[in-house]
């Protein structure tokens, strides 16, 4: 069993609709992030998180420590969105293991 | 705009040749990472640095693969010999772990062992 689960494995939504990315890790962490890779092959960090939950404009991210669970939420999604979501954990220092990502596709 | 950036983008090399991947991170982060993605495995740490310093390279086959940092805007990845199952995408971050803990992709170098 993978230290960090991510589902769905792959996702198709409406523009505008609201989306949920779930993710699940095994092990005590001392941060978790929320990666998005663009079809072109890009990375890019969304969130590093630890507690609660963050914001930055249509994305929300939040954590339940306790629970062993993070999900992404993307508001009002749009085409631009399509991309793979990748959820990592470091739990000692800055070592990430990452999820196996959810493939999210956009339609107009 | 401050960004990591690799060289070169796309290799295409025969088995059995040693392949240089160079990566130059953002000035003044003091963590560089080597990761590698395929298909089948996802995203993997093959190696990190530390202010030059190998903290982790527990990721990487050590019989053919070496990382090094010879200065602080200079790591690269090397691999001799390389084998088909070398295939992949191998991409550089940095960071600076006292601030966000946050880390900063390349673009990636797309590697093909024929």
């Known amino acids: 069993k993978n230290e960090v689960e991510q589902s769905p494995q792959n996702l198709t939504a409406q523009e505008g609709e609201f989306i949920t990315i779930n993710c699940s890790y095994s092990?005590?962490?001392?941060?978790l992030h929320w990666l998005q890779q663009h079809p072109g092959g890009g990375i890019v960090s969304l969130f590093m998180?630890?507690?609660g939950k963050k914001k930055h404009g249509r994305l929300i991210a939040t954590i339940n420590i306790q629970e062993k669970h993070s999900s992404l939420h993307i508001t009002a999604s749009h085409p631009r969105d399509s991309a793979v979501y990748i959820c990592?954990?470091?739990?000692?220092?800055?070592?990430?293991?990452f999820g196996t990502g959810t493939r999210l596709a956009v339609r107009p | 705009d401050a960004r990591v950036t690799q060289t070169p983008r796309h290799k295409v090399t025969e088995m059995g040749q040693e392949v240089t991947m160079r990566c130059q991170p953002i000035?003044?982060?003091?963590?560089v990472f080597w990761y590698r993605q395929t298909m089948m495995q996802g995203l993997e740490l093959l190696a990190y640095?530390?202010?030059?310093?190998?903290?982790?390279d527990s990721g990487m086959p050590k019989d053919r693969f070496s990382a090094e940092m010879p200065d602080a805007t200079l790591a690269t990845l090397k691999i001799q010999p390389s084998e088909p199952r070398d295939s992949a995408v191998y991409f550089c971050?940095?960071?600076?772990?006292?601030?966000?803990?946050?880390?900063?992709f390349g673009p990636g170098t797309r590697l093909t062992v024929t």
């Open positions: 971050a940095s960071g600076s772990p006292g601030r966000t803990g946050e880390q900063y």
């Open positions: 092990v005590g962490i001392s941060a």
């Open positions: 998180l630890s507690s």
């Open positions: 990592a954990v470091s739990s000692s220092g800055d070592k990430l293991t």
């Open positions: 000035l003044g982060h003091n963590t």
């Open positions: 640095f530390r202010n030059r310093a190998p903290l982790d």
